[in-house]
């Protein structure tokens, strides 16, 4: 079971510079709120996996930038639960959603099931991603590492309805 400490502490927060703990306490709460209740396909909580994504950009990668940690711990909340967008946007801010939309496929944030197009639609999305040039090198990372996850997926044969 998983609360903001043990959000926080997985963000490694205390290595922080003391001005982003207020977005990481805003993170924290917003992933308890848009992951709760979800279960990912193996029928683990889905809270899990983006925990998950954050250890390999913190550990494997090194990456140390708050933002950075910040959007793999959210990565998914959008597909998981459009209707968190809102919120998002109010504690994190426009840009931030952005970023997490242009991440999530488009019958997700529509709510609808995905259609023969939508394949052609996240191929395209994906590309202007990995080729974006990005303020953070850290960010394009974790384009790649979250790009590289969504195609593991996707391949194995669990495919995104």
Known sequence: MHDLDSILAALATNTWPAEHHGRALAAAALSLAAYEGRVRDQGTPYIEHPLAVVAILRDELHISHPETL??????????????????????????????????????????????????????????????????SPELKAAYEVLLGERDRYRTSGMALT
């Open 70 to 135: 910040i959007f793999g711990l959210l990565h998914d909340a959008l597909e998981v639960t459009p209707s968190s967008e809102p919120e998002i946007a109010i504690r994190l801010g426009c840009s931030f959603v952005a970023e997490l939309r242009a991440m999530t496929p488009d019958h997700r944030l529509e709510g609808r099931s995905r259609q023969a197009t939508d394949e052609t639609v996240w191929r395209t999305k994906t590309r202007r991603l990995s080729s974006a040039q990005t303020e």
